[in-house]
């Protein structure tokens, strides 16, 4: 089972940017489809961008055009990078991995990003 440990969120104000990252162990990130959701309190979690091993990327149409999620499968991370933020896109982001092979799903504990002046 792949360890997930999310880093990188704060806050910020309005049309700042921040750069998330989520590193694993215990297995090779490139086995994965590697994910971004979020959840707001008493939301549901949403799925924010997503990666396959091969490097295509699908995103939210919230997020497009201003969020870019990468990989680097030696270094066993994955980025979120985020630009332009909103207000709305105040959220607690997790990372989630998902091996197709065997149908593990691992959830990092999340990381806080506020967007505010």
């Known amino acids: 089972q792949v360890h997930l440990v999310e880093s990188g969120g704060g806050l910020v104000q309005p049309g700042g940017s921040l750069r998330l990252s989520c590193a694993a162990s215990?297995?090779?990130?490139?086995?994965?489809?590697m994910a971004w959701y979020r959840q707001a309190p008493g939301k549901e979690r949403e799925l924010v961008a997503v990666?396959?091993?091969?490097?295509?990327?699908n995103y939210a149409d919230s997020v497009k055009g201003r969020f870019t999620i990468s990989r680097d499968n030696a270094k066993n991370t994955v980025y979120l990078q985020m630009n332009s933020l909103k207000p709305e896109d105040t959220d607690v982001y997790y990372c989630?991995?998902?091996?197709?092979?065997?149908?593990?799903?691992?959830w990092g504990q999340g990381t806080q990003v506020t967007v505010s002046s």
């Open positions: 990666i396959t091993s091969g490097g295509s990327a």
């Open positions: 215990g297995s090779f990130l490139g086995f994965y489809v």
């Open positions: 989630n991995a998902k091996r197709p092979t065997t149908g593990s799903n691992s």
